[in-house]
């Protein structure tokens, strides 16, 4: 059984240029959440999809955006990146809000 | 405002030597406490959920437990393998969102 999956591991992108960010949710998972990571802290959260839709968001501009597919899958888009956008991106999937998730090895953006 | 904070930030501890981390939160009704495990660079990893004040989870060298404002994750003779950062969570009924804690950095030497 397959647990959740990121793409990319890794990436390197300029000041002001866009991103896309993937997710693959564990088998049974229709919910999906994003998070930030910055170095030495937790888990910030971005936003959650279920059924295709936001159904959260959290303190996040609206440079920060995502999709939910039929599939399940999800992406996370950043536009205009900042240098303060440098993290650690998590992906979490869960069977609904409020129970455990499992997250994915996350995608390391370096913003230069 | 909904907050988590975790003590100590980071943790020494010989080969053995047990000890408790804590997690305290404020928030507008407690749904669910979750701790985790991370290792550098890599995603979170689930240890338990808790959902209700005297309630005990257990697992090999680690036990969490849960009261109305804290919850405790106490490592019983650790290993070096052990070593990681936990991380504590809590999903509120009042927003419906996950809030985080900053972890506890735990070292186990040999």
């Known amino acids: 059984d397959a647990g959740v999956t990121q793409s990319p591991t890794h990436l390197i992108k300029t000041r002001g240029q866009q991103v896309t960010l993937r997710c693959s949710p564990k088998s049974g998972h229709d919910t999906v959440s994003w998070y930030q990571q910055a170095l030495g802290q937790g888990p910030q959260f971005i936003f959650q999809?279920?059924?295709?839709?936001?159904?959260q968001r959290g303190n996040f501009p609206d440079r920060f955006s995502g999709h939910q597919f039929p599939n399940y899958s999800s992406e996370l888009n950043v536009n205009a990146l900042l240098l303060g956008d440098s993290a650690l991106y998590l992906c979490?999937?869960?069977?609904?809000?409020?129970?455990?998730?499992?997250f994915g090895p996350g995608t390391r953006l370096t913003v230069l | 405002e909904d907050q988590v904070t975790q003590s100590p930030e980071a943790l020494r501890l010989q080969e053995g030597e047990s000890s408790s981390l804590n997690c305290s939160y404020t928030v507008s009704g407690l749904r669910g406490l979750f701790w985790y495990r991370q290792d550098p660079g890599k995603g979170p990893e689930f240890l338990f959920t808790l959902y209700s004040a005297g309630e005990e989870k257990e697992k090999e060298r680690l036990k969490a437990t849960l009261t109305k404002k804290e919850s405790f994750l106490h490592i019983t003779a650790p290993k070096p393998e052990d070593s990681a950062t936990y991380l504590c969570a809590v999903f509120t009924s009042g927003t419906y969102k996950y809030i985080f804690g900053t972890g506890t950095r735990l070292k186990v030497l040999a």
């Open positions: 999809y279920y059924e295709e839709e936001e159904r």
């Open positions: 979490a999937s869960s069977t609904d809000r409020g129970n455990e998730q499992f």
